[in-house]
């Protein structure tokens, strides 16, 4: 079975500074790996995905993430965070199993300061 | 605008009741999902369903049940048998159970045991 693992579970950044968010996932095949957000009382946004291809991919908001097989991870980054950009982020891990089930990490909170 | 719709956003319940939660979709997608957040442990797979008249329990379906009798709806009761209910509840649906589809997600619920 896979599983996904966020090691921080908060972080806080300067508002303007970079960003970067851990998710390291297990997996026997080559996953589909996901990462939303979530404000608070509120569901989640998709981010971005990554299925194939390009192991660099794009998402909403300035965000990007990479896929390094080598070290089963898919990390989060901006190069510039905004305060808005304060929320909780989930890493996610999709397979291709009966019902198409998502994985998810436990989630790392970002705070950001002025 | 097409989406997913939860209902009610608040809901107390007292000890020993039945309570359930709606989830309504406007996205035409076949399968939907009940998924249940408590803090810091992201979020876990209470129920699923694939097609209508059917579903398949999650990793936590023990004192939940569901019903699909139409392919918009997919409502949860937390019975009294869940011994802690406490928690935000949330509700997603996917085009189909196809490798990497991703989900979308309702607004949440959130449930307090009074």
């Known amino acids: 079975a896979q599983s996904v693992t966020q090691p921080d579970i908060h972080i806080t950044v300067s508002e303007g500074a970079s960003l970067e968010l851990r998710c390291n996932y297990s997996?026997?095949?080559?996953?589909?790996l996901f990462w939303y957000v979530q404000s608070p009382g509120q569901g989640l946004q998709l981010l971005l995905k990554?299925?194939?291809?390009?192991?660099l991919v794009q998402g909403i908001k300035g965000f990007e993430a990479e896929f390094k097989r080598s070290q089963s991870s898919f990390n989060l980054r901006k190069p510039s965070v905004h305060w808005s950009d304060a929320a909780e982020y989930f890493c996610?891990?999709?397979?291709?199993?009966?019902?198409?089930?998502?994985?998810f990490g436990g989630g790392t909170r970002l705070m950001v300061k002025p | 605008d097409g989406g997913i719709t939860q209902s009610p956003k608040y809901l107390f319940r007292k000890e020993g009741q039945n309570v359930t939660l709606s989830c309504e979709q406007n996205l035409n997608h076949d399968a939907m999902y009940w998924y249940r957040q408590d803090p810091g442990q992201g979020l876990r797979l209470i129920y699923y369903s694939q097609i209508v008249n059917d579903f398949q329990k999650g990793d936590i379906a023990e004192g939940y049940s569901v019903s699909r009798e139409k392919k918009e709806s997919f409502p949860l009761t937390v019975t009294s048998a869940q011994k802690n209910p406490t928690a935000f509840y949330l509700c997603?649906?996917?085009?189909?159970?196809?490798?990497?589809?991703?989900?979308?997600f309702g607004q949440g619920t959130r449930l307090t045991v009074v």
């Open positions: 996610a891990v999709g397979a291709n199993n009966a019902g198409n089930m998502l994985t």
């Open positions: 997603a649906s996917s085009m189909g159970t196809g490798w990497g589809t991703e989900a979308f």
């Open positions: 997996y026997g095949a080559t996953p589909y």
């Open positions: 990554y299925f194939s291809g390009d192991t």
